[in-house]
């Protein structure tokens, strides 16, 4: 049976923080530690890593979330991209590094 207490993301896809603190109270312990620690700012250790890579159901949910809180907060919803363009005017690499089509 589906917990129905379980927060909806929005119409726009995010969650509020009181949204997002309510559902990490249904997630797994190791998963709610880890998303605490993320979202207090701490380094995360490979366990928590390897905890967050396994997430599944409501602890992917909890995650993404966390996620786009912690993005939101960064950076907002201003999406920007930069042209770069490297353009070896010799025709002839030495670094062989498979960036651009002369390597």
Do not use: W
């Not at 129905?4 to 603190?21: K, Q, V």
């Not at 409501?58 to 920007?80: N, S």
Request: with cysteine; proline share 2%.
């Amino acid at each position: 049976m589906k917990d129905t207490n379980i927060p909806n993301t929005a119409a726009n896809g995010t969650l509020s923080i009181r949204e997002l603190e309510a559902l990490l109270g249904h997630v797994t312990k190791p998963a709610a530690a880890a998303i605490d620690r993320a979202l207090a700012g701490d380094d995360l250790s490979i366990e928590d890593a390897v905890t967050l890579f396994d997430c599944t159901g409501t602890d992917m949910q909890a995650l993404v979330a966390a996620a786009d809180h912690l993005r939101k907060e960064q950076t907002g919803d201003q999406v920007a991209y930069v042209v770069n363009r490297n353009i070896n005017f010799t025709n002839v690499c030495i670094k062989a590094c498979g960036f651009c089509a002369f390597s």
